[in-house]
């Protein structure tokens, strides 16, 4: 069972791991110091308590997302990072306040009495005193940051939520639940270490302390694994012995959206760069804008854009111009901007489309958008679409504000519309699952829903590199949209891995394996 | 003279607490401090150990003023009790009793002699009370193992707020007897804080009377009670010489 996670488990746990220690060690840093400071000055506890439990409300998810512009576009490691040690700070902090504040009035100038020095007190009194109260609020920061921290793959840090992500995107349960016990078990396990060492330490009893080292042992043993044994490369563990390998020695950072088709594409982009000596880094499961920012930054070498999105998205364009004005358009933009060379389209389009069941279809007569004008439907489709200019620009020339909106997850709309829970939906061209489902897509005869032709862009900087852009001829026009709707629908409906999906689609595309 | 208090003042604010308070105590002397709430008898204790700092006068202790020396330094030369015994929770007994000579510096050896030895004059011998933790013990216990800690410095001089106040008659009594005991085994001098003249009567050489931030009269109890020197006095004196009345009565009625 779950022997695909297993094969990833060494990177994906490593990098939870070493994120929500690095986060809540240095939240303890700054809170205890920090707490000791406000707990004497009422002035300071006030705003710094304010703060802390400001950056609390914020969703935990968008404090991460947040974290990448503030710096500077980079992704992965430290914008996750820095995100979770703000996280971790208010429980911690708070805790040291009210833990030192509640040290009994007489204690505290009996030490003085006695004759201790104010240091000597905190040390002495003040904080032996509080410490179960701060240390109840390590605990809490712990559980806190093992949980928050599997948010942190949309912004290209890997870690156990890499397996929800992906899960949740490619239907894959199993890994969603592999991911969210073993986070589970981490953070348990994490809190009751520190209960072991508190106890031991309230108790002077060695053999819980020797509890405690035992049971850290257990949740750092999975790293020396990984440590000892031949790294585990994942799906490019194929040899090429003989051939020229120009880019040996050379990591290239792909960037994979959150979604079916964009872990596959990953995969796929991968192969040939392997074959050529390359190391693959996948950041995956990022958010559309931190794909792009990260891209500019170069932090991120390669990823597959769409140009509908860069059109609306990133160039914030109204109109729409006709396929192949827009993606010239869009490369241009995008080289005199940013210096991202939009090199190879891959030959499919991935757009939206208004798509009805065969029987909705026949009961109301549609046959294009314009058919759904004053029907008492609902349309459902994911949160973003409605905020987009393709939703007002077709529901303006179609007359569609008759019709009832509905925000949901791409992952779900499928069912949703199979159930007749809703009646149209805005399927992606490529899905598979319109096929499964036997959905008819609406013509639209205006030309109002923008072309979304995918590209591979490439960073200013790993442009440069002739051998990178040459590993990649072989995906240019290489992808036709039946076939990639056929890729996506071997991981969406026959639950195949996305790996297999890959596999698939390079022997379609190669001939070869 | 062992411990002098020249015009002590202290404000609070717009309030004067302690407001012109001169006495001096000869080693081994002891000196109440006695008058109603809010008299400025503790803050007067607390001028002399540095736990307030005076707006103007001076302490000397031996001859030496107390601003010479860096506060706590100062403080681990006097004695300190207070009601409710503050003893550190998550120490032993041993470890409360040692932690005046821990902080000067002592060899483990001598600390470990003189705990031993304070344990055994307050009556809780090392052996059976030394590890046990402050929360296993009654009030009475903790209040001498609070005087055990106040002497382990050996200071010359012991300041005690209110010590006896939170204790039930019997163990008051008990506990009166035995610091008496360890004065005349420890030879130290000692300025209580009390507001009941019955408690000051039995355990000071002479008797402090306070009002409103000053020192009205001082003498030893006979005088006091043969001349006191206003109302106030008469009236602080008033409810202790009824009491003694009745008692005197009832023990000479068959």
Not at chain 1, 148 to 161: D, I, K, N, R, Y
Not at chain 1, 405 to 422: L, N, P, Q
Not at chain 2, 107 to 115: M, N, S, V
């Amino acid at each position: 069972m779950f022997a695909e996670e297993w094969a990833v488990f060494p990177g994906h746990y490593a990098g939870h791991l070493t994120l929500s220690f690095a986060a809540i060690l240095s939240g303890l840093l700054v809170s205890v110091p920090l707490g000791i400071r406000a707990a004497g000055d009422a002035r300071l506890a006030g705003p710094v308590l304010g703060f802390a439990s400001v950056v609390q409300t914020i969703p935990g998810i968008a404090l991460l997302a947040l974290m990448v512009p503030v710096m500077g576009g980079r992704i992965g490691f430290w914008p996750a990072y820095a995100a979770l040690a703000l996280y971790s700070v208010l429980p911690i902090l708070r805790n040291t306040i009210v833990g030192l504040q509640g040290v009994d009035a007489d204690l505290r100038e009996a030490a003085l009495g006695v004759g201790m020095t104010a240091r000597q007190r905190l040390m002495q009194v003040d904080l032996p005193l509080a410490a179960p109260v701060i240390v109840a609020g390590l605990r809490t920061a712990s559980v806190w940051v093992v949980g928050a921290a599997t948010l942190s793959t949309p912004v290209g840090a890997e870690s156990l939520g890499n397996y929800i992500f992906q899960g949740l995107q490619t239907r894959n349960w199993g890994a969603v639940l592999f991911g969210c016990l073993v986070s589970a078990a981490l953070a348990l396990a994490l809190d009751q270490v520190i209960r072991l060492f508190e106890l031991s330490a309230a108790r002077r009893a060695r053999r819980l302390a020797i509890a405690g080292i035992g049971g850290l042992g257990l949740i750092l043993a999975p790293l020396l694994t990984q440590l000892s044994g031949p790294r585990a490369a994942g799906p490019q563990d194929r040899s090429f012995v003989g051939e020229v390998e120009p880019l040996s020695g050379r990591t290239v950072t792909l960037a994979a959206k959150a979604f079916t088709e964009q872990y596959i594409l990953a995969d796929l982009i991968s192969r040939p760069l392997e074959a050529r000596g390359a190391r693959i880094d996948v950041r995956e499961g990022l958010g559309s804008a931190v794909a792009f920012n990260a891209l500019i930054s170069g932090e991120i070498d390669m990823s597959v854009d769409y140009t509908g999105t860069i059109w609306a998205t990133i160039m914030k364009r109204e109109d729409v111009p006709p396929r192949a004005v827009m993606y010239s358009e869009t490369s241009a933009w995008l080289w005199e901007n940013h210096g991202i060379l939009a090199y190879a389209p891959l030959g499919f389009e991935n757009a939206y489309a208004y798509a009805v069941t065969r029987e909705t279809a026949r009961e109301y007569g549609l046959e294009t958008v314009g058919d759904l004008s004053d029907k008492p439907l609902t349309v459902a489709s994911d949160p973003e679409f409605f905020g987009r200019p393709e939703w007002t620009r077709t529901r303006d020339i179609y007359g569609l504000s008759g019709l009832k909106t509905r925000g949901m997850d791409s992952t779900f709309m499928y069912e949703a519309i199979a159930s007749g829970e809703v009646d149209v939906i805005t399927a992606y061209t490529t899905d598979g699952r319109i096929d499964a489902y036997d959905l008819v897509l609406l013509d639209e005869p205006a030309g109002a829903l923008p072309p979304y032709d995918a590209f591979i862009l490439v960073s200013a900087e790993a442009a440069k590199d002739r051998a990178l852009l040459e590993a990649l001829e072989p995906l240019r026009h290489a992808i036709s949209s039946d076939l990639m709707r056929a890729a996506n629908g071997r991981v969406d409906l026959e639950r195949q891995r996305v790996r297999e999906a890959a596999d698939w689609l390079w022997l379609q595309i190669t001939g070869s394996d | 003279m062992l411990l002098s208090a020249r015009d002590l003042t202290k404000r609070f604010g717009d309030v004067t607490a302690v407001c012109g308070v001169s006495f001096s105590l000869e080693a081994g002397e002891t000196l109440a401090l006695i008058g109603a709430s809010g008299c400025g008898k503790t803050t007067t204790l607390k001028l002399l150990n540095r736990l307030i700092e005076p707006d103007a006068g001076e302490v000397r202790l031996g001859g030496e003023e107390a601003h010479q020396l860096p506060a706590h330094e100062w403080r681990r030369r006097i004695g300190y009790v207070i009601q409710s015994a503050g003893l550190f929770p998550h120490m032993s007994v041993a470890a409360n009793v040692a932690v005046t000579p821990r902080l000067l510096g002592w060899e483990d050896d001598r600390i470990a002699r003189r705990t031993r030895r304070l344990l055994e004059l307050v009556g809780l011998p090392a052996q059976a009370f030394g590890t046990r933790r402050p929360e296993a013990l009654s009030g009475g216990q903790a209040q001498r193992v609070g005087l055990a800690r106040a002497l382990a410095g050996e200071p010359e001089i012991v300041l005690m707020d209110e010590p006896f106040s939170a204790l039930d008659p019997l163990t008051k009594d008990q506990l009166i007897e035995d610091v008496a005991h360890l004065r005349a085994e420890l030879g130290f001098a000692a300025v209580m804080v009390t507001h009941d003249f019955s408690e000051a009567l039995r355990f000071a050489d002479r008797i402090a009377v306070m009002q409103a931030g000053r020192v009205i009269q001082a003498g030893t109890a006979r005088e006091l009670i043969a001349r006191p020197a206003d109302a106030a006095v008469e009236a602080l004196l008033e409810a202790p010489r009824r009491t003694a009345e009745s008692v005197s009565a009832a023990f000479a009625s068959p």
